[in-house]
C-alpha cells in the first residue's frame, strides 16, 4: 500500500510539518527544540525540513504567523458573532477554544519572551499590535477596553501555560483565583483544556 504521506501535496505536507513544529517549539521553546525533533514528531526527514523551512528561526516564525493568523481569524468571526452576547465574552470564548490546542498558546508565548531575539522580537511586537488594532478597528473597542481585555489573556495565557487547572480540585485558593479571574468562562474553560491524569505508578500527571 503507498505510504499516506507520499500522497500527500506539498501544501498538506506543509502543514503537517507546522502541526509537529508547533507542538514541539510549544513543549521544548525556541531554544530547546530542533529541526530533527520537529522532523520525527512529523514523521519526515529533517533534511526534508530544512528544504522546505529553510533554517529553525524560519520555522518557528512560520509557526507563529500562522498561530497569529489563526488568531486573527477566530477574534474576527467571534466580532461578527451574536451582538446579544457582550464582544469580550466572544472573544474570550474563541481564544480559548483555539487555545485548546496547546501549541499555540504555548508558542505565542515563547514568541512574546523573545523580545531581544533581533529576528523573532520584531515579528511578535508587529503580531501583537496587530492584535491591538483588530480590536480597536473592527471591535470597536475603546483603548482602554483593547488595553484590559489583552491584560486579561496574558494572564490567561500564564493561568493556562502553568497548567493551573491541574490543581482546580485539590488547592481552595486555585478554585477561588480561577472564578475570580473566569466568572463566566470557567466550565468553557475546563472542558477545552483539560488537567492531565496522575499516571497510576508515579502519582504525577502526565
Known amino acids: 500500500m503507498t505510504d499516506k504521506k507520499t500522497r500527500m501535496s506539498s501544501d498538506e505536507r506543509r502543514e503537517l510539518v507546522l502541526d509537529a513544529a508547533t507542538t514541539v517549539f510549544g513543549e521544548a521553546g525556541y531554544h530547546g527544540a530542533s ?48 451582538p446579544s452576547v457582550p464582544l469580550g465574552r466572544r472573544l ?21 519572551a523573545l523580545g531581544a531575539e533581533p529576528v523573532i522580537g520584531p515579528s511578535a511586537r508587529c503580531g501583537f499590535m ?23 489573556g496574558m494572564l490567561s495565557n500564564v493561568i493556562l501555560g502553568v497548567r493551573m487547572l491541574d490543581d482546580y480540585d485539590e488547592e481552595p485558593a486555585v478554585r477561588e483565583l480561577m472564578l475570580t479571574v473566569f466568572p463566566e468562562k470557567l466550565e468553557i474553560i475546563r472542558a477545552t483544556h483539560p488537567p492531565r491524569q496522575p499516571d ?7
Do not use: W
Open 35 to 82: 529541526t530533527d525533533a520537529v522532523a520525527r514528531a512529523a514523521g519526515v526527514s529533517q533534511p526534508y525540513v530544512v528544504r522546505m523551512f529553510g533554517t529553525k528561526q524560519q520555522l518557528f516564525l512560520d509557526v507563529l504567523g500562522r498561530a497569529l493568523d489563526q488568531l486573527m481569524e477566530a477574534f474576527r468571526a467571534a466580532i461578527a458573532g451574536d
Open 92 to 112: 474570550g470564548l474563541a481564544y480559548f477554544e483555539l487555545t485548546a490546542n496547546r501549541g499555540i498558546l504555548l508558542c505565542l508565548m515563547h514568541a512574546f
Open 130 to 152: 496587530d492584535v491591538y488594532r483588530l480590536l480597536r478597528d473592527e471591535g470597536g473597542m475603546s483603548a482602554d477596553e483593547a488595553s484590559s481585555f489583552l491584560a486579561g
Open 200 to 206: 497510576p505508578v508515579s502519582g504525577r500527571r502526565r
